[in-house]
């Protein structure tokens, strides 16, 4: 285990923020991880995986703890369900492929969502009316005042819309080394009612789809709509979709009677962040080389050479801009680290 100095991070954030850790190590077992969050020599540590779900300010002073602990084992079987134990540092794509590839149901509709299996419940990750808590069995994580490992249910890790423990009470307090999850072998449950999915299933004349289908079709969606992050540096969805109260709703609708909208309960409605940005003009919106994606108003990218702070000023530019228009708050879904 080797620790680096002056690490430039840019190919270790998805946002291709060209910022530098003063240290820097890669960690590939859990024995490593608590070997060094016990190291008193570095006061401040920062855990990082796929890099895609957060933003970098500038230098950081502080140790970058770079998670790469891989590893997928069968915990469990039967006719209908297998339990799958999948390690921090695993790709969630390369995830989604392998499930596939053994007809293991219930994450296809996540497909291409970037980053790592071990950051995937901090944020409970979700997309096309899927998310992660939905084949979540539990996780164990390290805790870092002392080093030992600790098991989390379901219940434990208190899960809501791209929430959970670890970003709430739990914050800054254990790093995740691996998750295990429940999938389907027979009798799939095929979720195909959110979004363009039906519509891209139909534009292939798929009349009853498997679950690789499903996974065709977000993968097609999402490649229409959020750029490659090799390619136009991003972390996908910037902002959160806001969750507003019955009493705000039906004032906001009744000034924007064409908003789209998605009834959560009786008394909460979510309000889509991107369709919010793009009535504020930011859609395609450029300021240096910070800017907001041509076709997907939730995305913010850097067109090169765009610190954090420019894509950070963007972005509370539109938040600011959002409440004066509509008197909705939106937030980031992605973690600012100054």
Request: charge should be neutral; aromatic fraction near 10%; proline fraction near 3%.
């Amino acid at each position: 285990m080797t620790v680096l100095e002056n690490f430039s991070l840019k190919d270790y954030n998805t946002f291709g923020i060209a910022a530098r850790a003063k240290y820097f190590v890669e960690i590939n077992s859990v024995s490593a991880l608590q070997e060094i969050l016990s190291n008193d020599s570095y006061p401040r540590k920062i855990c990082i995986g796929g890099g895609s779900n957060m933003l970098l300010t500038g230098d950081i002073d502080a140790l970058f703890i770079y998670i790469n602990i891989k590893g997928k084992e069968i915990i469990n079987e039967n006719q209908e369900q297998v339990s799958v134990k999948v390690m921090a540092g695993e790709n969630w794509h390369e995830l989604v492929l392998w499930t596939l590839d053994n007809d293991f149901g219930g994450i296809e509709n996540m497909s291409l969502i970037p980053g790592n299996t071990g950051t995937a419940p901090i944020q409970n990750i979700g997309a096309y009316g899927v998310e992660l808590k939905d084949t979540f069995l539990e996780c164990e994580a390290v805790r870092i005042s002392d080093q030992k490992l600790i098991t989390f249910s379901k219940e434990d890790c208190a899960f809501g819309y791209r929430d959970s423990l670890f970003k709430n009470k739990g914050k800054d307090k254990f790093v995740i080394t691996s998750v295990t999850f429940s999938f389907t072998k027979k009798h799939h449950i095929i979720k195909t009612g959110y979004g363009a999915i039906e519509e891209e299933l139909s534009k292939n004349s798929i009349a009853n789809p498997t679950i690789r289908d499903v996974s065709n079709a977000v993968i097609a969606i999402r490649q229409s709509k959020l750029p490659d992050p090799k390619e136009l540096g991003n972390s996908g969805s910037f902002f959160k979709n806001p969750i507003i109260s019955k009493k705000a709703f039906n004032i906001f609708i009744e000034a924007q009677p064409n908003a789209p909208y998605y009834k959560v309960s009786e008394d909460y409605f979510k309000i889509p962040a991107g369709w919010l940005i793009e009535q504020c003009g930011y859609k395609g919106k450029r300021i240096g080389d910070a800017g907001v994606h041509t076709k997907q108003a939730l995305v913010l990218v850097n067109y090169g050479n765009a610190t954090g702070e420019d894509i950070l000023g963007l972005a509370d530019q539109i938040i600011n801009e959002v409440m004066r228009r509509f008197g909705i708050k939106i937030g980031p879904e992605v973690n600012i680290i100054k």
